[in-house]
C-alpha cells in the first residue's frame, strides 16, 4: 500500500573501549557497541521498527527524543524491558525533517544510563529539503556534547549520587575527549545535541587569534527555521539540538576551536570544561557542490500554532524535601497525582513555567509537543533569537525566570511525560505526565 518500512535491531550490551591511549579500557555499556549509538538517517515517511534487546545490566526503557511516538513506544519510565527481554518500538516519523535523538528513560536511572553510553543521534530528512543547497554528505555533522570524569586507569568515574547536578570535567563529542576533527576550508552543517546530564553550553567558535568567528544557525528541535539567524555563540541546553552553518574558507591551514562559554555559578569550574573540540582546516576543497550562501528562507512550512493569551497550566519547578526535585509539588513516584494536564489531542495549550529559586537551571522538556517559545520574563535575557526562529521541544528555564511557551500536541492520545532534562533532576522525580484524550 505504498507504505515503506524499515526494520532495524538494536542490542544494549556492555563494552570496553580505550578512551585514552596509553591507559586502560573504559567500561561502557552502549548500543550496539558503541557510544554514542549509531546515528540513523531515515526518510520522512518511512516507519521504522526498532527491536531493542537487553543484555545490559539493569533494565532500560528507549525514548525517541522529539518524535511524535504513539505512548505504547514513548518509552514510558517504568515500561521497561529487564536484563534479557526485548521490546519492538515503532516510529512513524511523520514529524518533518529534523534531528532529534533516543536515549533511555527508566525509572530512576536515566542519568547514568545515558552517561555511559545510551544515547544516539537520529536524523529525520526530507529530500524535499535538498533544494536548498545546505552542505550535505560528508560536509553534514552530527555532533553529540556530553561531559566525563575519567578515572586514572583509563575507565569512567561514575556520576555521583549528588541529586543536585553532576558535572564531568572532560567534554566529549561523540564520545571522544576533546576531538580534532579534519575539514576542508568550505562551508559545513553542523547538528548539535546536547546529551549532557546536567551542562549547558554557550558554544563559539575561535581563530588562532581567540577571535570568535560569526556563524548561522539555520534549525533547533523541531527541524529548519523559516531563515537562518545569524550570532557569534550559541546556548544549548540539555536535550536540545541547534543545527549550524560555519564558514571555514578563510582559515586554511588552521585550527579553529570550538568552545564553551558557559558562565553559571553552580557549575564548579574544571579546567578545559572551556573547549569542546578543534576543527583542524585543511587546504583544499575536494567537493566544492552545496557550499554557496544559505538561503534566505529555508522553510516556508513551520506549523506555528494558534495564537492563545489564556493560560492553561502553570507549572512550578522547584525543590521537593531535602534531595528531591518536583513540578508543582508532584514527584514521579506518586502516580495517582502525576497526570497535571489532560489536553485534547492536536490541540495548543499556553503553559507557563517557572524557576522558583536556587541556583540550578531546568530545561524543561514536554514530550509529543512541538512549542512556540513566547516569552521570558524575570531574567536578563528574554527569548534569544533561535530560540524564537522554530518549533521546539526543550526550554531552558534559568533561575528567576518564567517562561511562556504555546504547546502544540501531536495526534496520539496517550499518557505522555514531560520533565526537567537536567537527568539528576529527572531522575530524583522533576517529571510528571499529561494525557492527551
Ligand atoms: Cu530526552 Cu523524556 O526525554
Ligand atoms: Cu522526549
Ligand atoms: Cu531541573
Given at each position: 500500500d505504498g507504505r515503506t518500512v524499515q526494520f532495524y535491531s538494536v542490542e544494549i550490551a556492555?563494552?570496553?573501549?580505550?578512551?585514552?591511549?596509553?591507559?586502560?579500557?573504559?567500561?561502557?555499556?552502549?548500543?550496539?557497541?558503541?557510544?554514542?549509538?549509531?546515528?540513523?538517517?531515515?526518510?520522512?515517511?518511512?516507519?521504522?521498527?526498532?527491536?531493542?534487546?537487553?543484555?545490559?545490566?539493569?533494565?532500560?526503557?528507549?525514548?525517541?527524543?522529539?518524535?511524535?511516538?504513539?505512548?505504547?513506544?514513548?518509552?514510558?519510565?517504568?515500561?521497561?524491558?529487564?536484563?534479557?527481554?526485548?521490546?519492538?518500538?515503532?516510529?512513524?516519523?511523520?514529524?518533518?525533517?529534523?534531528?532529534?535523538w533516543y536515549h533511555d528513560h527508566a525509572d530512576g536511572h536515566t542519568a547514568s544510563d545515558a552517561y555511559?553510553?545510551?544515547?544516539?543521534?537520529?536524523?529525520?530528512?526530507?529530500?524535499?529539503?535538498?533544494?536548498?543547497?545546505?552542505?550535505?554528505?560528508?560536509?553534514?555533522?552530527?555532533?553529540?556534547?556530553?561531559?566525563?570524569?575519567?578515572?586514572?586507569?583509563?575507565?569512567?568515574?561514575?556520576?555521583?549520587?549528588n541529586p543536585i547536578n553532576f558535572f564531568g570535567d572532560t567534554i566529549e563529542v561523540n564520545?571522544?575527549?576533546?576531538?580534532?576533527?579534519?575539514?576542508?576550508?568550505?562551508?559545513y552543517r553542523l547538528r548539535f545535541v546536547d546529551?549532557?546530564?546536567?551542562?549547558?553550553?554557550?558554544?563559539?567558535?575561535?581563530?588562532?587569534?581567540?577571535?570568535?568567528?560569526?556563524?548561522?544557525?539555520?534549525?533547533?528541535?523541531?527541524?529548519?527555521?523559516?531563515?537562518?539567524?545569524?550570532?557569534?555563540?550559541?546556548?544549548?541546553?540539555?536535550?536540545?539540538?541547534?543545527?549550524?552553518?560555519?564558514d571555514f574558507s578563510s582559515y586554511a591551514g588552521k585550527n579553529i576551536t570550538l568552545g564553551n562559554n558557559m558562565?553559571?555559578?553552580?557549575?564548579?569550574?574544571?579546567?578545559?570544561?572551556?573547549?569542546?573540540m578543534r576543527f583542524v582546516v585543511g587546504n583544499t576543497v575536494s567537493d566544492s557542490s552545496n557550499n554557496g550562501a544559505v538561503p534566505s528562507t529555508l522553510n516556508g512550512n513551520i506549523q506555528w500554532p494558534a495564537a492563545r493569551t489564556t493560560v492553561d497550566h502553570t507549572f512550578n519547578f522547584?525543590?521537593?524535601?531535602?534531595?528531591?526535585?518536583?513540578?508543582?509539588?508532584?514527584?514521579?513516584?506518586?502516580?495517582?497525582?502525576?497526570?497535571?494536564?489532560?489536553?485534547p489531542q492536536g490541540t495548543v495549550e499556553l503553559w507557563e513555567l517557572h524557576h522558583t529559586g536556587g541556583p540550578a537551571v531546568h530545561p524543561v522538556h514536554i514530550h509529543?509537543?512541538?512549542?512556540?517559545?513566547?516569552?521570558?520574563?524575570?531574567g536578563s535575557r528574554g527569548v534569544l533569537p533561535y530560540e524564537a526562529a522554530g518549533l521546539k521541544d526543550v526550554v531552558l528555564l534559568e533561575p528567576g525566570e518564567t517562561v511562556r511557551v504555546l504547546a502544540f500536541y501531536g495526534p496520539w492520545n496517550g499518557v505522555y511525560m514531560f520533565h526537567c532534562h537536567n537527568l539528576v533532576h529527572e531522575d530524583n522525580t522533576m517529571m510528571d505526565a499529561f494525557n492527551t484524550t
Open positions: 556492555p563494552f570496553t573501549t580505550q578512551v585514552y591511549p596509553n591507559l586502560g579500557l573504559a567500561h561502557l555499556v552502549g548500543y550496539n557497541g558503541t557510544a554514542p549509538g549509531a546515528t540513523f538517517y531515515v526518510p520522512k515517511g518511512t516507519e521504522t521498527i526498532i527491536r531493542y534487546l537487553n543484555n545490559g545490566e539493569q533494565s532500560a526503557a528507549v525514548h525517541l527524543h522529539g518524535s511524535y511516538t504513539h505512548s505504547v513506544w514513548d518509552g514510558w519510565a517504568s515500561d521497561e524491558m529487564q536484563v534479557g527481554q526485548w521490546k519492538d518500538y515503532y516510529y512513524p516519523n511523520s514529524e518533518s525533517a529534523r534531528a532529534i555511559y553510553g545510551q544515547a544516539g543521534v537520529y536524523i529525520i530528512y526530507d529530500p524535499a529539503e535538498d533544494a536548498l543547497g545546505l552542505p550535505s554528505g560528508k560536509y553534514d555533522v552530527p555532533l553529540a556534547l556530553s561531559d566525563k570524569i575519567y578515572q586514572s586507569n583509563g575507565d569512567l568515574a561514575a556520576p555521583s549520587n564520545g571522544q575527549p576533546w576531538p580534532y576533527m579534519a575539514v576542508e576550508p568550505r562551508k546529551m549532557s546530564l546536567s551542562r549547558p553550553y554557550n558554544l563559539y567558535f575561535a581563530d588562532p587569534s581567540g577571535n570568535w568567528i560569526p556563524f548561522q544557525v539555520i534549525a533547533s528541535d523541531s527541524g529548519l527555521f523559516g531563515g537562518p539567524v545569524s550570532t557569534n555563540d550559541l546556548t544549548i541546553s540539555m536535550g536540545e539540538r541547534y543545527e549550524v552553518v560555519i558562565q553559571q555559578t553552580q557549575i564548579t569550574e574544571y579546567t578545559n570544561t572551556d573547549k569542546v522547584q525543590m521537593g524535601g531535602e534531595s528531591t526535585w518536583t513540578i508543582n509539588g508532584v514527584d514521579f513516584s506518586d502516580a495517582n497525582n502525576r497526570i497535571l494536564a489532560r489536553p509529543l509537543v512541538n512549542m512556540q517559545v513566547i516569552s521570558r520574563t524575570g
